[in-house]
C-alpha cells in the first residue's frame, strides 16, 4: 500500500476524528509511517486485542509483561534516564536545572529540522503546531548564528 488515510479518533490537540494522509517511504523504511502505523496496530493486537476499541494504541509490555500505557510520565521518565546516562546528570541537576518532558520531543524536533534547512510552514505541518510559538526554541542554536552570519533570514 502506498497511501492510506487514517482517522485519529483522540488526539492531543483535540481534533478528535481527524484525517491525516500517510504514505510509505520504500526508500527509508526508518522513515515509513505506514510501517511503523502497521507496527503499532500489531503490538496492540498482541499485547491487548483487536476488539478493544476503547483503549489507546499507545501500549507496551513491561518488564513482568504487564499490559502498559505510553503516556507523558513514561515518555518524560525515559528523556530524564536517557539525559542521565548521556550527560552524566544527578537528580538533583535534573531537578533543578532540566525539565525533560513529552514536549522536549516536540520542541527539539522543531530545531533539528530547522537545523537541517526545513522552513517553519514544513515545520509546523510536520510536527502540528497550530501557532509560531516553535520559534521560541530556536534562539541560541549554533545553526541560527551560522545562517545570520551568512545573511540568510529565518
Known sequence: MARSNVKFSWQKNHDHGEEKLLSSNPSNPSCDALRSLHDIVSRFARIVGLDKTDIP????????????????????STLRTL????????????????????????????????????NAIQIKFLLCWRSDSFFLYLRNVAHLLEQRNLGYSI
Do not use: M, P, W
Open 83 to 118: 539525559a542521565k546516562k548521556t550527560y552524566n546528570l544527578t537528580d538533583r541537576d535534573l531537578r533543578r536545572h532540566y525539565k525533560y518532558t513529552s514536549h522536549s520531543l516536540q520542541a527539539g524536533a522543531a530545531v533539528i529540522l530547522h537545523a537541517a534547512g526545513i
Open 57 to 76: 494504541l499507545a501500549v507496551y509490555k513491561g518488564s513482568f509483561g504487564e499490559k502498559c500505557f505510553i503516556h507523558s510520565k513514561v515518555i518524560a
